[in-house]
């Protein structure tokens, strides 16, 4: 796996916009014609209840309850999207199913509804996976989950708010790390530009590392080379491959005279 994995798509922006805006028009739905989606949440342990497995995440009870799952689920998904956009939609799918089965099965008999637990499955697969895969940008992604939603652990425990489904977020929370295991993403490794970075990379065979002792000391210089000249050997500085020619005139010494001679100043 590289780098370039990372790739924006119309995905990270479209998909968390679109399922948000999807829960708003249900609970617009709801408000709207009166209808009353609450009964289709999980009812743990009754037949009648497994439907919410699939219906919950979809249902809320007030504005507050949508509005306080909307904005985390955006950050999320998009998050989601770029850095797992292989593995994002089954993340998604079956974090829904795992997490609602999960709360079916410890839940309270009450209707379990909202997002929520889909939260915990994004913010447990994000924080755990980018451990796992000890690649620094996943990490740092980690890092800043827990910076920005590491508070919601303390509502995986019970009384803290008997109107919350703390069942619903410690599924969440272990259907996330549960699918850190299906989906194993291929390690990052560093691009190999240099011998030494190779695994078979032998110190005692480099011409460079020759030269240096243990303590890192510069020892066993190279020995000069010495080019023996031939001493007939001319060796000009200038060469060319077009030949001069030189032309022997005879001077006389009249001519000569004539040339040293001064001209008469006028």
Known sequence: MEENDFKFTNAVIGVPLFFVLFLWFVYWLEIRFGFDF???GILPRTFSGLQGIVFSPFIHSNIEHLYSNSIPLLVLLAALFFFYRKEAKGILAYGILLSGGLTWVIG??????????????LVSFIFFKGLQTHYYRLVALSL???VLYGGMVWYVFPKIDETIS???????LIAGFVLTFFYKKAEFKKVIK??????DYDP??????QRFDENGNFVNPPK???????????VPFFQSNSDVIYHYIENKEEDINEKNESKPEL
């Open 38 to 40: 609450d009964e289709h």
């Open 108 to 121: 309270r008999e009450n209707y379990h509804i909202g997002a929520s637990g889909l939260i915990y499955v």
């Open 144 to 146: 800043t989950v827990v």
């Open 166 to 172: 703390w069942e619903g977020h410690l599924s969440g």
């Open 194 to 199: 240099y011998d030494w970075e190779r695994p």
């Open 204 to 209: 005692s065979q480099d011409k460079f590392m």
């Open 224 to 234: 000069p080379e010495i080019i023996e000249e031939d001493e007939d050997e001319i």
